[in-house]
């Protein structure tokens, strides 16, 4: 059995592939990437995330929610009223953040190739796989 498969039977498998969906997933690293530097108040960061796509106040709250219960980010509310909510990135998140960027980064270096491979797969002729040298 690989190791690939083992961890599919592992318990921590879920978790990675919960927190590998984030990276999928329309919102989350557009959140995060919104409240990296300074901690955030809710309506300044919708206002800044409003500024490159609108989101509702449900769907970012939703995916807070999700964020924060990931490790992700860190909520701190004041005892004030009305009530103040402020957002910012752990050191978890952060990380998490770095890599999402290698990721967008190689995925972007590497755009001729997915557009060759998009435009080969309409193609009549099937290719073949190249032969290990």
């Known amino acids: 059995m690989t190791p690939w498969h083992a961890a599919m039977n592992d318990e ?32 300044d960061l919708m206002r800044r995330i409003s500024a490159t796509r609108p989101i509702s106040a449900r769907v970012l709250t ?20 009305p009530p103040r909510v402020e957002y910012r990135l752990t050191g978890l998140g952060q990380r998490f953040l770095e890599l999402a960027d290698r990721i967008l980064d190689w995925t972007m270096a590497q755009g001729p190739d997915f557009a060759a491979a998009r435009q080969g797969i309409g193609s009549a002729t099937p290719q073949p796989f190249p032969s290990a040298a």
């Open 62 to 81: 939703r995916t807070l929610k999700q964020l924060e219960r990931d490790g992700l980010i860190a909520r701190k509310v004041f005892p004030v009223v």
């Open 12 to 43: 921590r498998y879920a978790v990675a592939q919960e927190v590998l969906a984030r990276l999928g997933d329309r919102w989350s690293v557009c959140v995060i990437h919104m409240i990296e530097g300074e901690p955030i108040r809710f309506t």
